[in-house]
């Protein structure tokens, strides 16, 4: 039988392992070197101890009371298992799930892990603002932190919504709330020198759906909002080079498409979805796994079904996770999808507001996701569940207040 000292050291310890991952979640994922790496194996640790601290330390007081969100991640790991077991393929991204949702399941209900988070989401945003700019400095043009221009697009998406969030968190200190729209700003500096244009998008159809549904409520305020917003993306684009000619270039490639030349960003993404779609219809249940869309798109290739373009290696995937879902996976993994993005979202609309944090980070995903596949890269998928998992978390803490 384990003695209360020893029970109250493992309490601790455990406490501070779901602190650490938690700032590394929010302020090292995207920032450091290896990060997707680092949670992986912090996650892993993490949640060994927190299974300890639970059946050994009998703590009690753990994880989200409503774990209905939950249900999302479980489908979803539960279709990459099928898909395993079908074809084959092997994913960290059912691991992960994994541990996401022994993170989510054990993670102590401590208010000092609710204000690490909060303070992480606000340095996340300060530091990819500065690691944008060092690299733009030395000569990067689209910086992408240590991954790619898009995820890094989405990460600053993300952190821009997490730092709204947190602005606000009306109790905070006036000092992390001022430091909350540094992030802001930080973070949607670095959205923009990221010059993806899915991200931007992404950002824009927020932004106005925002203001709409604010509007819906005040409208005199919000139209002039909407007005001075609409005002200043003309005077961005009128005088900015960098944004005209990432606009001119989606539609220079939208032209060529048109007129049947694919040789362009765009060009390729529409090749890729008509070859993930060609590939679902041949096999619409359960797709045909990751090695079998590779050998598709060499039948394609070579059959002239498409163009050769197809075996580009900037086609390693659908740029597109719904196509990439229906042809790997197929209706299985499409419908699973739709879970994974739609049931966080609609929880959140009805329990906490239709324009919450737990509202805006699904939707800004749901619309990255019609250019990329976010979910395949682990580090985001990282990224979008433990920001889900927080969200709620603050938001449960926050009842608990109220009712107190």
Not at 169 to 187: C, K, N
Not at 249 to 259: F, G, I, Q, R, W
Not at 322 to 331: A, D, T
Not at 390 to 402: L, N, P, S, Y
Request: proline share 3%; with cysteine; charged share 10%.
């Amino acid at each position: 039988m384990p003695s209360k000292r020893s029970i109250e050291l493992l309490d601790r310890i455990t406490t501070a392992l779901f602190g650490l991952t938690i700032i590394f979640s929010f302020c090292g994922l995207f920032l450091a070197p290896f990060g997707q790496s680092i949670q992986s194996n912090l996650l892993a640790v993490t949640g060994i101890f927190g299974l300890l601290n639970y059946f050994v330390g009998k703590q009690r007081d753990v994880g989200l009371k409503d774990r209905r969100i939950l249900w999302g991640l479980l489908v979803y790991a539960a279709m990459i298992f099928i898909n395993r077991l079908i074809h084959g393929d092997q994913y960290g991204v059912m691991r992960g799930l994994f541990y996401v949702l022994v993170f989510a399941l054990m993670m102590p209900r401590k208010p000092i892990l609710l204000m690490l988070g909060y303070l992480a989401i606000v340095l996340g945003g300060m530091g990819l603002g500065i690691l944008s700019i060092w690299q733009y400095q030395h000569g990067i043009a689209r910086v992408e932190g240590f991954t790619n221009a898009i995820l890094f697009s989405q990460a600053a998406l993300t952190l821009v919504i997490l730092n709204w969030f947190v602005f606000q968190q009306e109790r905070l200190p006036g000092w992390l709330r001022g430091g909350s729209l540094v992030g802001l700003m930080a973070a949607l500096f670095a959205l923009y020198l990221s010059q993806s244009r899915g991200g931007w998008l992404a950002f824009g159809v927020i932004l106005a759906y925002v203001i709409c549904y604010k509007a819906y409520f005040k409208p005199w305020k919000y139209v002039a909002v909407a007005m001075l917003c609409v005002t200043s993306i003309g005077v961005i684009y009128h005088t900015n080079q960098l944004v005209q000619s990432r606009v001119h270039s989606a539609v220079s490639d939208l032209k060529l498409v048109e007129e049947g030349s694919y040789d362009s960003s765009w060009g390729l993404r529409v090749v890729a979805w008509q070859s993930a779609w060609l590939g679902f219809l041949d096999a619409p249940l359960a797709g045909v796994g990751t090695n079998g869309f590779d050998a598709l798109k060499r039948s394609q290739a070579e059959n002239g079904v498409l163009s050769p373009s197809i075996l580009s290696p900037a086609l390693a995937h659908a740029h597109n996770q719904y196509m990439q879902n229906l042809v790997i996976r197929g209706s299985i993994g499409f419908i699973a999808l739709v879970l994974f993005l739609g049931l966080p979202l609609y929880l959140a609309a009805n329990n906490i507001s239709r324009i919450s944090a737990g509202v805006l980070v699904p939707l800004a995903f749901a619309i990255n996701s019609l250019s990329d596949v976010p979910f395949e890269h682990q580090g985001v998928l990282y990224l979008y569940t433990l920001s889900l998992v927080f969200i709620w978390f603050a938001h449960e803490f926050k009842k608990d207040t109220r009712t107190s």
